[in-house]
């Protein structure tokens, strides 16, 4: 299974964007790469996945850098109920989730 | 909303103990997975299926067992509850082809053994 790399943590302001990085290095050309969130207490809810474009939904966007070995998860407007641990995972043809440390976000108010 | 459902939410065991987590799911997935979850650690994959009568083992060891008679359902044992085995259990199920479908995921079941 293909690694991501994430900062541990990232803090943010309220009602400003937030930029999630990611790398992933050794992805290969038919991993997707998907974005998931975990708020305290509660199972991980999906965000947003991508193969190679840029992709927007309601909750984020996805950046996909050209080489494929990085990705950005952008929040447009943080809101304290956004704190939670962001991971960015690569899903193989299998279709496994493999979960990492993920990045845990806070938001000040 | 996520159709998929587990139970119990919390359960507190005697050691040696046999105990059955629930998982079932309205949605009609073909996919659902079971990942064990310590507090403020990342999750790990045990236990995965693709299908009725198709389980596998995930990427963490784990002393459970599975099965996936029906489509809906996937029930995880532990034949003899031990301390280590305290932990969260989740549940979730995906849809679709391959690597695209989102997983849903359920509330987890919090297990602690005496």
Sequence with gaps: DAKTTQPNSMESNEEE??????????????????????????GP?????????NVNNRMASLAIAE????????LHRATLRDAAVYYCILRDMGGKLIFGQGTELSVKP | EADIYQTPRYLVIGTGKKI???CSQTMGHDKMYWYQQDPGMELHLIHYSYGVNSTE???????????????EHFPLTLESA??????????????????????FFGEGSRLTVL
């Design chain 2, 20 to 22: 059955t987590l629930e």
């Design chain 2, 57 to 71: 083992k995930g990427d963490l060891s784990s002393e459970s067992t599975v099965s996936r008679i029906r489509t």
């Design chain 1, 45 to 53: 809810e999906y965000v947003i996945h991508g193969l190679t474009s």
């Design chain 2, 82 to 103: 031990r301390p280590s085995h305290t932990s969260q259990y989740l549940c979730a199920s995906s849809g679709g082809r391959g690597n695209t479908g989102e997983l």
């Design chain 1, 17 to 42: 964007p937030v930029h999630l990085p990611c790398n992933h290095s050794t992805i290969s050309g038919t991993d997707y790469i998907h974005w998931y969130r975990q708020l305290p207490s509660q």
């Design chain 1, 67 to 74: 080489d494929r070995k990085s990705s950005t998860l952008i």
